[in-house]
């Protein structure tokens, strides 16, 4: 009754509500990748990262040795659904070749 009345006598005063699917809890996890190194590699796992799965990143450190790369990214997922699905992008990107977690309170 409340909201109908509302609408009736302000509705031009009212507007929809939109709902993201992000959530507000994160969570801080680290993801050690190894692969093949080649030009743009780090660009492609930060895009997957940051642009497709909009994951904000704590930290990002690769090192490279005779060809084989391999990187530690910290980063904030918001349960391990989320984090499966980031670890199964990140396995399809060129040159990668294993993707997987550790604990990030070891350092």
């Known amino acids: 009754p409340n909201a109908t009345e509302l609408l009736a006598n302000h509705?031009?005063?009212?507007?929809?509500?939109?709902?993201?699917?992000q959530h507000e809890v994160a969570f801080l996890t680290g993801l050690k990748?190894?692969?093949?190194?080649?030009?743009?590699?780090?660009?492609?796992?930060s895009k997957v990262?940051?642009?497709?799965?909009?994951?904000?990143?704590?930290?990002?450190s690769f090192?490279?040795?005779?060809?084989?790369?391999?990187?530690e990214i910290m980063l904030y997922v918001n349960d391990t659904r989320h984090l499966e699905m980031l670890i199964s992008k990140l396995e399809k990107v060129e040159g990668v070749v294993k993707v997987s977690r550790f604990d990030s309170r070891v350092t």
Do not use: C, H, P, Y
């Open 33 to 45: 990748v190894i692969g093949t190194d080649r030009v743009g590699l780090i660009n492609d796992v």
């Open 49 to 60: 990262i940051s642009e497709e799965l909009k994951v904000n990143m704590s930290s990002l």
């Open 11 to 21: 509705g031009n005063r009212v507007i929809k509500a939109k709902w993201t699917s």
């Open 63 to 71: 090192k490279t040795d005779q060809g084989i790369f391999s990187g």
